[in-house]
């Protein structure tokens, strides 16, 4: 046994007080007289000694009750196996406030229960420590060490939230806040259901001692959307574009009848019911009819309790009703066939020569068509490079008379295929991919026979590497090759487009579609939905020239102005927790609404999945709390702080010894 404060022992000199009261304690006699007391001498020596007995009883326990009060007042504990915490105490509480925490339990509410045991945990040290409270929105805020006030004012204004995060990086911002403080002893503090999709503790540093206090939950069923996506890389105007949503059962038992809708263009469509094997998912498709070009926006639901955070499913999308299409000539003079398809109404053409580009609004064409280039200049090359890494389409047909050095040079930087000798010789495609979007879709009828163009002049393109043939000749070379860079895509043709080389240009069932898709194909890399937390930034081509102009994000959730830093052509937008809410949120620049994006809470919440406690208990360098009882955990985390602590024990001995005083010296008569 060992004491907090052993100077309290000193006053055990105080038991020499009643050991002289009981020493001077000199009664007064009364004189009684009587005519004979040779009778009395026996009863008066009996008499006697039961009085002293009673007095020396009564002067120990009175020694007892001094001496009981003073060893609690010295604090004795038991000491534990690591050794008492003794000094000023660094202490981080991490309160689950993520959308699982709203579950019930037997008793109440998961966050509520949460937020109890976090103030017993502050209160269980004194006012000279210091505390991180710290929530799944990690803010700037939580990462300073404050009072054990200003700490239980914090547990109480924590209230559920859409962010999810790992315990991991919950653990790495604890011990980057109580890194920067001076205490003794640093200690960590989980307080949470632990999730499994969210649990992956690895716990190899010791100078913090980490504790668990799991909360229990009533386990509930519950399905959810998980995403939702088009069948083809970016939907198209006039279409029925085929979008697929996938829902997913997180239960251990089958679903039936949840009913899915379509909420669209102010209408809400029913698409019909689904049934869900438990622990499974299904996907099902529906149909959106996209007839006005620009920026759209759709809501997938599905009624399902308890859990409804992840019934509704936000997206937005982009369709193009005329492609921006950028020919860049030897002379400036297109070629007529090439002129006469981009007059059609899909697209917006510009016709350029190689002095006179101006790179400025490269970055504003979905398509730019390179034609009749004896040879690409080494900043044009560099330039367009970027485009395509940026999200540009790139089609390239190189001339008869093509300096094959340039070009190599040029395609290498991508990489693409190598242009091989200039042959004249006729050579027809046979093959067309339908399973690519370029050409997937374009044929009502797969089976007919269709007019496929013929050339009379070709180079040869090498094979391998990561192009992908859209148009095959016969003898299996590539005459269309695409490839993907960064975000853009690259098609490089191995004929010249002139007529007399080819007949592409003039085969309209082909060349224009082709023309089309091929400036839309990048559309894919534009997500249809962002997830609150865990996306936290978004890009933008919309840059601005005048700077000083502000983009504003403005939603369900509020208007709030992001962070924004230029990178390349494009603008990134920095959310930093910013969206509380899930939702489409317009950006906003001077008032105008330029852009959409499409916000839903993370999914990872949805999978009630819990760790149970035996398993956090194997885990390495933790300790496991009981969180049922308050009384339970306050005297784990005092054992732990304080070693086994005795003075309520002492106290109650002292209650005692004079309670058995007071009854020696009321009952027992001399």
């Known amino acids: 046994m060992s004491f907090l404060a052993p100077t309290f022992l000193y006053a055990l000199a105080a038991l020499a007080i009643p050991v002289i009261i009981h020493l001077f304690y000199f009664r007064r006699f009364r004189k009684v007289y009587f005519s004979n007391v040779r009778f009395l001498r026996e009863v008066k020596e009996e008499r006697s000694m039961r009085s002293r007995l009673r007095n020396l009883l009564v002067l120990l326990l009175r020694c007892l009750a001094v001496a009981a009060l003073v060893l609690a007042f ?30 019930e339990s037997e008793r109440a509410p998961l966050l509520q229960l949460a937020r109890d045991r976090a103030r017993d945990i502050v209160s269980a040290y004194g006012p000279e420590d210091r505390f991180q409270i710290i929530t799944n929105a990690a803010t700037g805020r939580s990462q300073r060490l404050i009072g054990q006030e200003a700490a239980l004012e914090e547990i109480e204004a924590v209230r559920v939230g859409p962010e999810s995060r790992p315990l991991s990086q919950i653990l790495d911002r604890q011990r980057a806040a109580l890194a920067d403080g001076e205490a003794d002893y640093s200690l960590s503090y989980l307080v949470s259901d632990f999730q499994r ?120 999308f982009r369709t193009t009703d005329r492609v921006r299409v950028l020919n860049i000539d030897a002379d400036g003079s297109p070629d007529r066939n090439l002129a006469a ?47 395509v890494r940026e999200g540009g389409n790139l089609l390239v047909f190189p001339p008869a008379g093509a300096d094959l050095t340039s070009y190599q040079s040029f395609l290498g930087g991508f990489p693409a295929p190598t242009l091989q000798a ?32 013929v050339t009379r002049g070709n180079f040869p393109l090498s094979r391998g590497g990561r192009q992908e043939a859209l148009l095959t000749y016969r003898d299996g070379g590539v005459a269309i090759s695409k490839v993907t860079t960064g975000e853009g895509n690259l098609y490089l043709s191995s004929a010249p487009l002139p007529s007399q080389y080819s007949n592409l240009v003039t085969n309209a069932e082909i060349f224009i579609p082709m023309l089309y898709k091929m400036g839309i194909s990048s559309g894919q890399r534009r997500p249809l939905a962002y997830t609150i937390g865990r996306d936290e930034v978004v890009q933008t081509g919309r840059r601005q020239a005048n700077a000083e102009l502000v983009y504003k994000l403005r939603g369900p959730g ?17 959310l930093s927790g910013q969206v509380p809410e899930a939702g489409v949120y317009d950006l906003v620049i001077d008032e105008e609404v330029v852009e959409s994006f499409a916000f839903n809470y993370d999914r990872r919440e949805s999978d009630l999945q819990y760790t149970p406690t035996a398993e956090l208990s194997d885990l390495a360098n933790v300790t496991v709390l009981d969180a049922d009882s308050q009384a339970t955990l306050l005297s784990e985390i005092q054992a732990r702080n304080e070693g086994r602590p005795l003075w309520q024990y002492f106290i109650w001995a002292t209650l005692l010894f004079l309670l058995a005083e007071a009854l020696v010296l009321r009952f027992w008569r001399v």
């Open 558 to 574: 509020g208007e709030f102005i992001p962070q924004q830093r230029t990178v390349g052509n494009r603008v990134v937008l920095g």
């Open 341 to 387: 398809a981009l007059s059609l109404s899909v697209f917006t053409p510009t016709f350029t020569s190689v002095q006179s580009i101006d790179y400025g609004t490269l970055s504003e064409q979905e398509l730019v068509v390179l034609t009749e280039l004896p040879s690409v200049p080494s900043g044009l090359a560099e330039q367009l490079r970027q485009y």
């Open 74 to 103: 010295a604090q004795p504990f038991i000491p534990v196996e690591d050794g008492v915490r003794s000094g000023r105490k660094a202490v981080s509480v991490y309160v689950d406030n993520s959308f699982s925490m709203a579950a």
């Open 422 to 453: 200039f042959q004249e010789q006729e050579r027809e495609v046979s093959g067309l991919n339908e399973e690519e979007f370029i050409f997937r879709d374009i044929f009502e009828q797969t089976q007919r026979a269709r007019n496929l163009p």
């Open 197 to 316: 999709n969210v649990t992956d503790l690895d716990v190899t540093d010791t100078t913090i001692a980490v504790n668990l206090v799991p909360l229990e939950a009533l386990r509930s069923r519950n399905a959810a959307i998980d995403s939702a996506w088009f069948d083809a890389p970016v939907p198209q105007l006039g279409q029925n574009n085929l979008l697929l949503v996938r829902v997913r059962n997180y239960g251990d038992e089958p679903l039936d009848n949840v009913r899915l809708t379509l909420g669209y263009e102010g209408q809400n469509k029913p698409e019909g019911t689904l049934s869900i094997p438990a622990n499974d998912f299904v996907i099902d498709s529906v149909y959106l009819p996209i007839q006005q070009g620009g920026g759209g926006q759709a809501t997938l639901s599905i009624t399902d309790f308890p859990v409804k955070f992840d019934d509704t499913y936000h997206l937005t």
